[in-house]
């Protein structure tokens, strides 16, 4: 990785991203919290602990310490999340224990989400083990969990003290699981960096053993750790934190009414960028051209650009109706202007989001 860290700029709640050494500066960090009397615990999940079962224990954690919970989508539930705050009740943990999330986008939104509740809020820290959260979920503070009803409907922003990037944990990483990493890398190229995006056309094919790769992960934490920084809690008026929700509002639908782990979210993600530009064509922001291009660069890293089976029409937008961005009834979408320019659009005639879900 590079050798440089990242700040995150948030007045008293400002963190550090680091890039080099991760593994040292999190023993060190364990230590520290030891030192001065506090307790630490994890929450991990089956699959990452099998693959790497000793990067703890080096870290200085202890096993009665970590909480294992079955992999994938399922665990963002209200049952794996009282589940969690059990664990640390029974341990009789107080407010001065650590909450580590180790693990992709869904453990570190569950364990942000259950240091943010428990005891109304304990220190929290970020070992993302995937490129998707490596990239994009352990910045910025969003936690939650899922509901029946919708994707990530519960939760609170709650910041991590510290994200420990550690690219050597991906060499694990099962091929599909970084393919989907790639669709988030890809929407940072198409909300917010078109030299990005031509860089990505040109590395296709960029594995975890890539020389670009860490260069890649760190332009994607630059952009996020910077629009955080200017609308932690998304409350912009227009542009803002929303815009990092470019493909999402797609993306969360097809999630949902698929049942969740059908599609992986990188899945959903790269499905829903390639509508939000057929999206941006139709309002007249794009040439039609666009669409062939990301279509061509979501396809190259090995991610679908449509649905595998069609979903029932009410549910999705029904799905959409609950997606967080809506305002008064009426759905927000992020669009672009151009690729690697992002904008909020309000007002989008429901009509026209039915006819881009007949092409999905
Ligand atoms: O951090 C953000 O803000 C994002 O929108 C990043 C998204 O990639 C991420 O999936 C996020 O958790 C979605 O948030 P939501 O508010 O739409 O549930």
Redesign the pocket.
Known sequence: MSTESLQVELAERSYPIHFSGSHELLKKEVHRLRDMGRSVRVISDARVLDAQPDYLAQAGFKDSEILSLPPGEQSKSVDSFSQALSFLANQACNRDCALFAFGG?VIG?LAGYVAASYLRGIDFYQIPTTLLSMV??SV?G?T?INLPEG??LV?AFWQPKAVYIDSTLLQSLPPREFAAGMA?VI?YGMLADAGLLSDLEDYAGLSAASEELPDVVRRCCAI?AQV?ADDEK?TASSGG??L??LG?TFA?AIENVAGYGEYL?GEA?AIGLVLATRLSVELGQLHTESVERVESIIASYQLPTRLRDPLPMDQLMLAMQR???TRGGKLRFVSMKALGEAITSDGVDPKLVEEIWTQA
């Open positions: 986008g939104d994009d979920s910025g969003k939650g994707k990530n939760g988030e929407k996020k955080v998304e934190r929303a990092l929700n999402h969360h979210h993600v997606d967080k961005k």
